[in-house]
């Protein structure tokens, strides 16, 4: 049966009406939780958790029981308050709930789903073992709509504490599924590799790297595996069946260049130099700040070396030298700007925080020193989180600063009544008490910004220190084979018939 989903926050949820959960029924028309759906499209997080906390109390209110703590169903559209919270990276309020019902009287099918999500949210926070031991209290009814992704999640646990063999076995039930036949086929390959079962890894890579399909999703999964097996190939010294499956990677996908770096080497292996400045003249035509391009810019000239074409390597590896040191003087004005806190203030740039694609907002912003390599630094899972962090503690400074500036006129506002209030004097004490858990609530969350904005700094000036110390390895060698390259070509020209 086709599962209907509701996606929010980038995060696809199967609706209750599919799944077959008697889940609390929210009238359609509630203001509340219409209203947290509403926000939750648009990926405004707090207004979507805080309508949905208001929306829960008016339906379960203190001492009323909840009979399935998990879910909420509005109209035809189901989910689940943990959610809402995992994807604002409240992880510790949603492990605690989760963690709640588990422990509770629910119903089996509802505790194991809790241990499903709270499982889930220890893998994302890497706390592998802690995931096992969720994972392992699973047993006996498991919702039919979470059953596949139950798992595969007991899959990549088992994965991230070493135990492969028993991935292995999940995987390969889950390759014959329609929503996981991809991601298990190439983990698969993965987990067999990982156990010792070095040809049938490689042999399930292959199969990953031709699985049907023409979506994102398919094409990655075919991309990445042949890239991997290209690779594992050329360490296992198989060039020639390597450079096939590296060639089958797409030139415009996001593992190319490692591809097309990959290729060039594994015709270099087979000491063909001319094939192997085909993909290298290809690589060397794009970004710089790639690492692969950069490796290119090597190889180009040492093909036509091992060519003898000594003259035309001196050239490119001249060539290459300058690009380098020109790289690294963009570097070092990059950290220079990170450190005077330019990088901070292009993360936030009002046109990243219109929509729920701020990540893909980035390519659009100017280059500049503090901007160059932003997009690399994203690559990264923590800095995505971080960054994610960054940009919430200030939209909740804007938050707290407008709720002070409204409590100002809510003051006013009593203050013109006070004559036609009986109880004017306790509006006044509650807006005391609010004002102060603003401000204190402002103070903390200034602290926790400052904090935030200092570690993503830090991780950005140790990326690009990384790049530096490699990018300087890169320089020592082209100037060690621009000399080579030049003395050859002196040699080549001084002997009877020059060189050309």
């Keep these: 049966m086709m599962r209907k989903y509701i996606c929010l926050f980038g995060l696809c949820l199967p609706s209750l009406a599919s799944a077959g959960v008697d889940a609390p029924r929210i009238d359609e028309k509630d203001l509340y939780f219409g209203e947290a759906l509403y926000y939750a499209y648009q990926g405004k997080h707090v207004d979507a958790i805080t309508r949905l906390d208001i929306g829960a109390e008016r339906v379960y209110p203190p001492g009323k029981n909840n009979p399935d703590p998990l879910h909420f169903k509005s109209g035809n559209a189901g989910f689940t308050a943990g959610d809402f919270e995992i994807s604002y990276r409240m992880y510790r309020r ?38 096992l031991q969720s994972i392992e209290k699973i047993a006996g009814k498991i919702p039919d709509d979470i059953r596949e992704d139950v798992l595969f999640l007991r899959a990549q646990i088992y994965m991230a504490n070493g135990k492969f063999a028993d991935a292995a076995k999940i995987l390969r039930e889950l390759q014959s599924t329609d929503s996981y036949k991809g991601f298990a086929a190439y983990n698969l390959g993965v987990a067999l590799i990982k156990s010792g079962q070095e ?18 999703v398919a094409l990655s999964i075919r991309d990445k595996a042949n890239l991997a097996l290209g690779y594992r190939l050329m360490d296992a010294k198989q060039p020639e069946l390597a450079r096939q499956y590296l060639d089958r ?13 990959g290729s060039g ?25 790639d690492t692969s391009v950069q490796e290119s810019m090597l190889g180009v000239p040492y093909a036509y070396a091992r060519l003898n074409l000594p003259g035309k390597a001196a050239l490119l590896y001249g060539k290459a030298l300058d690009g380098f040191v020109q790289e690294l003087t963009r570097l070092d004005a990059s950290i220079r700007s990170v450190r005077e806190g330019k990088f901070l203030q292009a993360l936030l740039r009002q046109e990243l925080k219109q929509g729920r694609d701020w990540i893909a907002r980035l390519r659009a912003l100017p280059e500049t020193p503090e901007t160059r390599y932003l997009l690399e630094l994203m690559a990264s899972d923590d800095f995505q989180e971080s960054l994610r962090n960054y940009l919430d503690l200030d939209d909740l400074l804007n938050r707290l600063k407008s709720w002070d500036e409204n409590l100002n006129s809510y003051e006013e506002m009593i203050r013109q009544r006070r004559t036609a209030a009986q109880n004017s004097q306790g509006y006044d004490d509650q807006i005391r008490q609010l004002r102060n858990r603003v401000r204190d609530a402002r103070q903390k969350a200034g602290a926790l910004m400052i904090a935030q904005g200092k570690m993503i700094e830090t991780m950005a000036v140790n990326d690009l220190n990384r790049r530096r110390k490699h990018l300087q390895g890169y320089v020592a060698q082209a100037r060690f084979a621009l000399a080579e390259s030049y003395e050859r070509a002196s040699r080549m020209q001084a002997a009877p018939g020059g060189v050309k």
């Design 94 to 131: 949603a492990e605690r709930a989760y963690k709640a019902i588990s422990e509770s009287s629910a119903d089996q099918s509802v505790r194991n789903e809790a241990l499903y999500r709270l499982a889930r949210v220890y893998l994302q926070q890497n706390e592998p073992q802690n995931a």
């Design 199 to 216: 040809q049938q890894g490689l042999d399930q890579l292959d199969k990953a790297g031709r699985i049907s399909g023409d979506d994102d």
């Design 249 to 261: 990677v797409r030139l415009s996908g996001p593992f190319s260049n490692k591809a097309l770096l």
């Design 265 to 289: 080497w594994a015709e270099a292996a087979l000491d063909r130099f001319e094939s192997a400045l085909a993909p290298w003249s290809v690589l060397v035509k794009r970004s710089v700040t």
